[in-house]
């Protein structure tokens, strides 16, 4: 149980393109999903809170506009990385959490996209 | 201090050997504890929930020390599977409805047959 897919795996793509991200909770339902962003050898960092049905909660120094999250249902959120450019090169990684049980109920990562801008 | 630490290592272990990390959390009021892997290049995956009284799963064993505030990993007869990064995770506000997760920065462990 607990599956977190997320699609695409890899991204290559110019510099100014606009790349989707999405997470899906697969055979749960998840109010709460996360967007992390992990460069090489450096820990994971925390983008944005993803809530369904309102907006997403960006932490410090993430452009909101800059990352468009949309969480449209209880087991999809996507991630939009506009106008990309080759610093947002990177490994996202989406995480869910089931509304249902405990507060000791863990987060569940997607595989991850690795994004590479040129 | 941060709110979550943990040594970096990397940790050098023979295989079969035991090894253990301890990961430090500065909110007292904590409740949810959590030890993660993460493979290179990989996605951080769920080794176990830490729970009050410590808790086993086969090899692994997990233990909370809230007086001290620090969780703890213990790995036994190490494969070299188990060579990764392995991060721990601390609720970040109690209450806070989002249940957000604060990670330590993870420690690399390398075991050497």
């Known amino acids: 149980g607990a599956v977190v897919s997320q699609h695409p795996s890899w991204v290559i793509c110019k510099s100014g393109t606009s790349v989707k991200i999405e997470c899906r909770s697969l055979d749960f339902q998840a109010t709460t999903m996360f967007w992390y962003r992990q460069f090489p050898k450096q820990s994971l960092m925390l983008m944005a809170t993803?809530?369904?049905?309102?907006?997403?909660?960006?932490e410090q120094g993430v452009e909101k506009d800059k990352f468009l999250i949309n969480h449209a249902s209880l087991t999809l959120s996507t991630l939009t990385v506009t106008s990309a450019h080759p610093e947002d090169s990177s490994f996202y990684i989406c995480s869910a959490r089931d509304i249902e049980g405990s507060s000791n109920q863990p987060q569940h990562f997607g595989d991850g996209t690795r994004l590479s801008i040129l | 201090r941060k709110e979550v630490e943990q040594d970096p290592g990397p940790f050098n272990v023979p295989e079969g050997a035991t090894v253990a990390f301890n990961c430090t959390y500065s909110?007292?009021?904590?409740?949810?504890f959590f030890w993660y892997r993460q493979d290179c290049r990989k996605e951080p995956k769920l080794l176990m929930s830490v729970y009050s009284s410590g808790n086993e799963d086969g090899r692994f064993t997990a233990q909370l020390n809230r007086a001290s505030q620090y969780i703890s990993l213990l790995i036994r007869d190490s494969k070299l599977s188990d060579s990764a990064t392995y991060l721990c995770?601390?609720?970040?506000?109690?209450?806070?409805?989002?249940?957000?997760?604060?990670w330590g920065a993870g420690t690399k462990l390398i075991i050497k047959p």
């Open positions: 909110n007292s009021a904590s409740q949810s």
């Open positions: 993803s809530n369904e049905g309102s907006k997403a909660t960006y």
């Open positions: 995770a601390v609720n970040k506000v109690p209450g806070d409805s989002n249940y957000q997760l604060i």
